[in-house]
């Protein structure tokens, strides 16, 4: 089945200690998106890339960073995590930057302790 | 700074009634809005949009009304079904941000049989 593939599906992670959640699509999508998922504040851009190479920061990227090189692969990563960073993370994508809906994948969710 | 605001974190209405979700924006730069439909343990999926040209689209039960004025959508889906049980989302974005969407918090609907 097509669409977006996201692993792990879920991760308890030392505080201080790196991990990469990965993100691969199977629909030749130009554009991706990482978003993370809290209660109360909805789904909130954490980096955006529009085309292979090329990234972005959204609306919270500190902590945070990404690579896009190639069109199917955007991996996020948290270099040192901190217990804030807990929670679902969902990555996205759409077939341009134009006025498209995203398609996203299941979600991973992350506890840092 | 919310730009997009579901006020509602729940909703609870009866099989065969109208559900009604709400949702308003700050930032009448908007131009094109989506509703996106999410299950526990899964990732949101798209269920309608509108344009911002149109101040109504309907899709079977689901019917989006856009108040530009008002900066103001709501979702009605008529008659509701237990299966409709999901957190909603409603997101904006402007074409010339390159589609990256901003989304609400989130409303809560259940369906009770």
């Known amino acids: 089945t097509a669409g977006i593939t996201q692993a792990p599906t879920s991760q308890i992670l030392a505080a201080g200690r790196s991990m990469t959640l990965r993100c691969t699509q199977d629909m030749r999508h130009n554009a991706m998106y990482w978003y993370r998922q809290d209660l109360g504040l909805g789904l909130r851009l954490i980096h955006y890339?529009?085309?292979?190479?090329?990234?972005g920061k959204g609306e919270v990227p500190d902590g945070y960073s990404v690579s896009r090189a190639n069109t199917d692969d955007f991996p996020l990563t948290l270099a040192s995590a901190v217990p804030s960073q807990t929670s679902v993370y969902f990555c996205?994508?759409?077939?341009?930057?134009?006025?498209?809906?995203?398609?996203f994948g299941s979600g991973t969710r992350l506890t840092v302790v | 700074d919310q730009q997009v605001k579901q006020n509602s974190p729940s909703l609870s209405v009866q099989e065969g009634r109208i559900s009604i979700l709400n949702c308003d924006y700050t930032?009448?730069?908007?131009?094109?809005f989506l509703w996106y439909k999410k299950y526990p343990a899964e990732g949101p999926t798209f269920l309608i949009s509108i344009s911002s040209i149109k101040d109504k689209n309907e899709d079977g039960r689901f019917t989006v009304f856009l108040n530009k004025s008002a900066k103001h959508l709501s979702l009605h889906i008529v008659p509701s079904q237990p299966g409709d049980s999901a957190v909603y989302f409603c997101?904006?974005?402007?074409?010339?941000?390159?589609?990256?969407?901003?989304f609400g918090q989130g409303t809560e609907l259940s369906v009770k049989p």
């Open positions: 930032n009448s730069m908007f131009d094109y």
């Open positions: 996205a994508s759409s077939p341009g930057t134009g006025l498209y809906g995203y398609t």
């Open positions: 890339s529009n085309t292979a190479g090329t990234t």
């Open positions: 997101a904006a974005t402007r074409y010339n941000q390159g589609g990256k969407l901003i």
